[in-house]
């Protein structure tokens, strides 16, 4: 699969959160599981919609300093 080749030839871990700048931890709800309990596709837009703003919220607030 090119994608898994890719993303083995490249330096970057993505598993290591050390990695990251900004991390949230999130508690997934029980309703936030469809009928066959997988994570629903709608819930993982919202995470990222919530990183988005947590991640503008902190440049913001930085730029105000």
Same mark, same amino acid.
């Given at each position: 699969?090119?994608?898994e080749d &890719?993303?083995?030839e490249s330096p970057f871990?993505?598993?290591?959160?050390?990695?990251y700048h900004l991390?949230?931890?999130k508690k997934i709800r029980? &309703?936030?599981h469809d009928?066959?309990?997988h994570i629903n596709n709608v819930?993982?837009?919202?995470? !990222?919609?919530?990183?988005r703003i947590?991640?503008?919220?902190? !440049? &913001? &607030?930085?730029a105000r300093d």
């Open positions: 699969d090119l994608m &890719s993303l083995k871990n993505f598993v290591d959160p050390g990695n991390r949230r931890r029980w &309703s936030e009928a066959t309990a819930q993982f837009a919202r995470f !990222i919609e919530t990183g947590l991640f503008l919220h902190g !440049i &913001s &607030s930085k």
